[in-house]
């Protein structure tokens, strides 16, 4: 294998690789944030390298933190009550369907 090969396949590893964490954070944000976290905090250990402290202090999910800005109230960090962000309207919704053709007459 050349050069040119292999530096073709590592660029589509990295593609894979980042199409995989964006579907992973978009479909499971829950549990990618749980794994994010614990990453983080394997690396924020004492003893540590002043260089995996910050990574681990970069990969720390916002919300682990206490001053993520998002206004969800999920922390109670933010300022705002969750059941009272809930009270504001249902969360579920009735579907409508409608036709995409419509009949003759």
């Known amino acids: ?60 999910p916002r919300a682990a933190t206490g001053h993520c800005g998002d206004s969800c109230g999920t922390c109670g960090s933010c300022g705002t009550d969750a059941s009272a962000s809930a009270s504001a309207g249902p969360e579920e919704q009735p579907l409508t369907f409608r036709p995409y053709f419509r009949p003759r007459s």
């Not at 964006?22 to 749980?34: D, Q, V």
Request: glycine residues 6%; charged residues 15%.
């Open 1 to 60: 294998m050349n050069a040119g090969l292999v530096a073709q396949y590592a660029v589509i590893a990295l593609l894979v690789a980042a199409s995989a964490v964006y579907m992973l954070r978009r479909l499971a944000p829950t549990r990618s944030a749980r794994w994010q976290a614990s990453v983080a905090r394997r690396l924020l250990k004492p003893g540590r390298g002043a260089f995996a402290q910050r990574i681990g202090h970069a990969l720390q």
